[in-house]
């Protein structure tokens, strides 16, 4: 079973937010947990 050993947040203006994740087999997955115009709430 794999788990995250890192994580990086990229915050593009005006609004988004990326999450880059990556596992400990090497897996790198990419999602946007946001809501749309609240990039900076969901960061903190």
């Known amino acids: 079973m794999s788990e995250i050993t890192d994580y990086e947040l990229y915050e593009v203006p005006p609004r988004w937010l990326f999450l880059k994740v990556t ?13 749309e115009g609240r990039a900076r709430t969901v960061r903190a």
């Open 23 to 35: 596992t400990s087999d090497g897996t790198v997955g990419w999602g946007e947990p946001v809501v």
